[in-house]
């Protein structure tokens, strides 16, 4: 396994993603008030699995959230078929699952026994799978995104993003040259942004969201551990010469 700091290739096996396990701390006003781990797994041929999990304890508000998407990769595209989304804490209780059916061109929920009433698009993402591609459209050049996601009750939500530059982040990991992307909100009065490292694969690194001008919270990555594709002896060793 490789850890973070080492240098790592956009991919180890061409037409595979990196398998992984990274770890962040939660801040809000440089104090810690949570953990999260993120981590892909290849399930089948072409499937995998992104999963999110955070534990977040401030003051009284109190948040253990867990989200799942599987979804098959071919040609560098994320095809979501499957979205699972657990809390608990403060705020009310979520339990809710989302089938994508390409073929039927149909969207399922476990809140409605009939398909969800929503226009079909080839380019749906669910609230976590959008991310795994951002990172493939970053590797590519990619500056602007959008990315329209349906929640459980079958209402459409365009998500969009772009690059704004470059910069060196420093994280408990060490100091990262990262790309930092911008999302793009109707209103001012919402801010988010993220911070994905080139020499980690395009990992996000760094995120920061606020609200009229006020951070409520910040996540920054404090381990990134390779999992699989296993890398031949010779490139391990090239890798651990770096």
Not at 11 to 26: H, N, R, V
Not at 121 to 134: E, P
Not at 161 to 190: C, Q
Request: aromatic share 12%.
């Amino acid at each position: 396994m490789l850890c973070a700091g080492a240098l790592l290739p956009t991919s180890l096996i061409a037409g595979e993603l990196t398998q992984y396990e990274a770890k962040y701390d939660i801040l809000r006003k440089g104090s810690n008030h949570g953990k999260a781990i993120r981590t892909l797994k290849k399930i089948d041929e072409n499937t995998y699995r992104i999963k999110y999990s955070s534990d977040i304890d401030w003051m009284i508000f109190t948040d253990v959230r867990e989200e799942s998407s599987t979804f098959t990769y071919k040609e560098q595209k994320i095809i979501p078929s499957h979205y699972y989304q657990k809390s608990e804490g403060t705020l009310p209780d979520e339990d809710y699952k989302l089938d994508f059916d390409f073929k039927a061109q149909k969207v399922m929920s476990n809140k409605s026994e009939y398909p969800l009433n929503c226009e079909w698009h080839d380019n749906y993402q669910d609230a976590i799978s959008y991310q795994v591609q951002v990172r493939e459209g970053l590797k590519k050049g990619v500056t602007n995104f959008s990315f329209p996601l349906i929640d459980k009750k079958g209402n459409r939500r365009d998500y969009n993003f772009e690059v704004v530059g470059t910069e060196m982040i420093s994280l408990p990991i060490g100091n990262i040259e990262a790309i930092k992307v911008k999302r793009l909100y109707d209103t001012d009065k919402r801010q988010a942004l993220a911070w994905f490292a080139p020499e980690m694969d395009y990992m996000l690194v760094r995120m920061w969201k606020g609200k009229k001008g006020t951070e409520q919270f910040e996540v920054q990555m404090n381990s990134f551990t390779v999992t699989a594709p296993t890398a031949t002896a010779e490139h391990t060793k090239n890798l651990q010469a770096n």
